[in-house]
């Protein structure tokens, strides 16, 4: 009898931090599944995925895919279906694509906040829905889902108004599903992880509507990052621990993974200072 494929699914596989939980899966062994199924924008020509994923301990199979159309979900499936056949189930699920720009709320073009949404709330939401309709989470097997979102989820944040929005309902989200699930007795558990910035390409693409001279041109990562507020600098997370942590959170059964101390410290900030107050020391 041919054994079901079990997948673990990892969304932004070509970011700094899908490589990172790509490295660290890899350790893994079948702990979450079987079989890894990578998706990107460019995830099939990545180097680095490429190279990670040589390495893995389970096969693979790399889909390009751009998660904020509209029928993204329907498009990964026939994907998987197309390489695999339709014999598989998900045993992880890491949304982990996401983009986000920073800057007043009405600077910022709609087809960009639209984008982030998509991909921040939507694509996740909408993953979720459709491999639940469809059958793709057994009620009989584990289920881990990790759900990228960040330490601006815990308070509205000026100048990242929609990201902190956006992550603050993935938060939300991830937690109340595992109420329903627990409720249901249901072997499915969700974590967030709620990291501080790192180092990646997502600080030059937030960088977009700043000004030049506060983000030194955001020609690279590195000056990006200098153009960050001292707080900020000193929450820089790297993305290998992020993804370490958000797998120790899960395997626990936690319902949030921070990664670092400061990013706690915040989280509790947050709960102790008026939201607006908090908002407004935060959107520097």
């Given at each position: ?6 997948l673990i699914?990892?969304s ?8 990172a ?8 062994q079948?702990?979450?599944g ?13 180097s ?8 893995l ?29 339709c014999?598989?189930?998900i045993?992880?699920l ?7 720009f ?9 087809k ?9 709330v ?16 057994s009620?009989?097997?584990?289920v881990t ?7 601006s ?17 993935l938060?939300?989200?991830?937690i ?10 249901l072997p499915?558990?969700?974590t967030?992880a ?6 990646s ?20 990562t ?19 621990k992020v993804a ?15 990664s670092?101390?400061?990013?706690y ?11 607006g107050?908090?908002?407004?020391l935060t959107?520097?």
């Amino acid at each position: 009898m041919r054994k079901m494929k079990e997948l673990i699914i990892i969304s932004g596989a070509d970011g700094s931090l899908g490589q990172a939980f790509l490295q660290t899966l890899a350790t893994e062994q079948t702990y979450f599944g079987n079989y890894y199924v990578l998706t990107g924008l460019k995830v099939e020509e990545n180097s680095g995925c490429k190279r990670l994923a040589a390495a893995l301990p389970l096969p693979y199979i790399a889909i390009n895919l751009d998660l904020s159309k509209d029928n993204a979900a329907e498009e990964l499936a026939a994907a998987i279906n197309a390489e695999l056949g339709c014999d598989w189930q998900i045993t992880c699920l890491i949304n982990n694509a996401g983009i986000g720009f920073k800057g007043p709320f009405a600077a910022q073009n709609s087809k960009d906040q639209e984008l982030c949404l998509k991909l921040n709330v939507f694509a996740p939401t909408l993953l979720l829905s459709y491999f639940l309709e469809k059958g793709k989470f057994s009620p009989h097997s584990k289920v881990t889902v990790i759900n990228v979102a960040s330490s601006s989820a815990f308070t509205p944040q000026a100048n990242f108004a929609v990201y902190s929005a956006g992550k603050s309902y993935l938060r939300n989200f991830s937690i109340a599903l595992n109420a329903e699930w627990q409720a249901a007795s249901l072997p499915w558990h969700c974590t967030v992880a709620c990291p501080g910035p790192m180092l990646s390409a997502f600080l030059q693409t937030a960088a977009k509507y700043l000004p030049a001279d506060a983000n030194k041109n955001s020609s690279s990562t590195s000056n990006a990052a200098a153009g960050l507020p001292l707080y900020k600098k000193l929450a820089l997370e790297n993305p290998l621990k992020v993804a370490k942590s958000a797998i120790k959170a899960a395997k626990a059964g936690k319902d949030v993974s921070y990664s670092s101390f400061i990013t706690y410290i915040l989280r509790c900030l947050a709960g102790l200072l008026p939201a607006g107050l908090f908002a407004r020391l935060t959107g520097k």
